[in-house]
Every structure is written in C-alpha cells, then in structure tokens.
C-alpha cells in the first residue's frame, strides 16, 4: 500500500496547491524584472521613463512639478503600508481565535479541514501580506532617498555633476519602484491565497488566473503600448 505524502496538516493536493500559489509568484516576478529583450515589460519600459524624468529634471526650472510627483509616489506607498498592516492585524487575530474559522466554514459551507489546516491557510495570506508591507516599507524610503538625491541635482546644466546626479537619483527611483511593484504583486497573491479558504482546486485556479492577469498587464495591455510609442532613449 502506498502512503500518500503530508506535511502536517496538508495533504498532496494542498500541497500542489501551494506549490503553484507561490511558483506562480516567483514567476511573475522573475518574467516582470527580466523579460525578454524583445519583449520588454511595462515595468522594464518604465525605467527608460524614469531615468528620462531625471535627465529633463536637470533643466527645468522651477522643480516644483518633480517635487510634487515625488512626493505622490511616497503618499502611495504609505497606504499600501497602512493597508497592509491592518491585513496582517486582522489575518492574525483571526488565526488567534480558530473556533471563528470551523464557525466561518460552516456558515458558508466552505471547504473543511482541522483547524490547524484552517491556520495554515489563513497564515499564507498573512505572510504574502507581510512581504508586501516590507517592500512598501522600503520603497518609501528610496523614494525619499530619491527625493534627497533629486534635490541634490545642481540647477546649473553644464556643471560636470549635473547629469551623474541626476542618473544616481534615477537609480533610487527606479528601485524603488520596483519594491512598490513588488509589493503589489504580494498583495495580488495574497488575495489569491485566499481562494484556498474554498479548497485546493480554487487555490490552483486563482493563482493561474492572478498569474495571466499579471502577465497581461505587463506583456500584452493598452498601457504597455501606449509606453512603447515614441520611448526614452
């Protein structure tokens, strides 16, 4: 007789199941930050914009528009932040309470399992949200590095440090746009693991289904060709 194979509470399925939730993830991220060459990303397409910003920063005058910018981006990470905090809070006032979770599966006839199984998936959507605070987090800090190099940017084009600057403070931006995206990626997945709450199967089809909305936003939408036209060189 075979034994199948468990890992505490999840059974084989669960742990496909998780498997592609978080190979999912992993892949997203990787085919967003390295794409191909000739299929550029909208994440990819945005640094060549970014570092474009830095360059007509150096001559415009006055910099209240790029101050502006820079500061809304700052604004944007510390919602996120904030939302994901009270996420985890809740995620995990929840796990501390487990009769709620049998009550909560009763109620909406949703997929059953002890509850330490019920804490394990409630707990993969906490620690997805937990990544995503960490990068808002950080992202918000080398904006405002960002900000401290932009400012820094000498007013005079033609001084030597000018352009090097101002190609320094793209760096910390682009930076950190990409732990703001991803931190949103987390959130997305987050949202996702949450479809394990109906079982297996719906955790394998929400993860697929985040994955090639993920995908098409950044390969294949209205806003990745809008950016390829006319780009930065």
Same mark, same amino acid.
């Given at each position: 007789?075979?034994?199948?194979?468990?890992?505490?509470?999840?059974?084989?399925?669960?742990?496909?199941?998780?498997?592609?939730?978080?190979g999912a993830?992993?892949?997203?991220?990787?085919?967003?930050?390295?794409?191909?060459?000739?299929?550029?990303?909208?994440?990819?397409?945005?640094?060549?914009?970014?570092?474009?910003w830095?360059?007509?920063?150096?001559?415009?005058?006055?910099?209240?528009?790029?101050?502006?910018?820079?500061?809304?981006?700052?604004?944007?990470?510390?919602?996120?932040?904030?939302?994901?905090?009270?996420?985890?809070?809740?995620?995990?006032?929840?796990?501390?309470?487990?009769?709620?979770?049998?009550?909560? +599966?009763?109620? /909406?006839? !949703? &997929? $059953?399992?002890?509850? *330490? #199984?019920?804490?394990?998936?409630?707990?993969? =959507?906490? %620690? @997805?949200?937990?990544n995503?605070?960490?990068?808002?987090?950080?992202?918000?800090?080398?904006?405002s590095?960002?900000?401290?190099?932009?400012?820094?940017?000498?007013?005079?084009?033609?001084?030597?440090?000018?352009?090097?600057?101002?190609?320094?403070?793209?760096?910390?931006?682009?930076?950190?746009?990409?732990?703001?995206?991803?931190?949103?990626? +987390?959130?997305? /997945?987050? !949202? &996702? $693991?949450?479809?394990? *709450? #109906?079982?297996?199967?719906a955790?394998?089809? =929400?993860? %697929? @289904?985040?994955?090639?909305?993920?995908?098409?936003?950044?390969f294949?939408?209205?806003?990745?060709?809008?950016?390829?036209?006319?780009?930065?060189?």
């Amino acid at each position: 007789m075979i034994e199948t194979f468990h890992i505490g509470p999840l059974g084989p399925l669960d742990l496909t199941a998780l498997v592609t939730l978080v190979g999912a993830w992993l892949l997203i991220g990787h085919l967003t930050e390295h794409p191909p060459a000739h299929r550029p990303s909208v994440g990819k397409l945005m640094e060549g914009y970014r570092r474009e910003w830095m360059r007509q920063l150096v001559t415009r005058q006055p910099r209240i528009f790029d101050s502006a910018m820079i500061d809304g981006l700052r604004q944007s990470t510390t919602f996120f932040a904030s939302t994901a905090l009270i996420a985890i809070g809740g995620g995990l006032a929840l796990i501390g309470n487990p009769e709620q979770l049998t009550d909560l +599966a009763q109620e /909406f006839a !949703l &997929a $059953s399992g002890p509850k *330490l #199984l019920w804490e394990t998936r409630i707990l993969t =959507a906490v %620690l @997805f949200g937990a990544n995503a605070f960490l990068k808002f987090v950080w992202s918000h800090r080398l904006f405002s590095y960002a900000a401290i190099a932009m400012a820094a940017v000498p007013n005079d084009a033609t001084d030597p440090l000018a352009y090097p600057r101002a190609e320094q403070a793209a760096r910390l931006n682009i930076n950190a746009a990409k732990s703001f995206n991803r931190g949103l990626r +987390a959130v997305y /997945f987050a !949202l &996702a $693991s949450l479809a394990w *709450l #109906l079982g297996p199967w719906a955790l394998i089809g =929400a993860s %697929l @289904f985040t994955f090639g909305m993920l995908w098409r936003r950044e390969f294949a939408s209205v806003a990745r060709q809008a950016l390829l036209e006319n780009p930065p060189a």
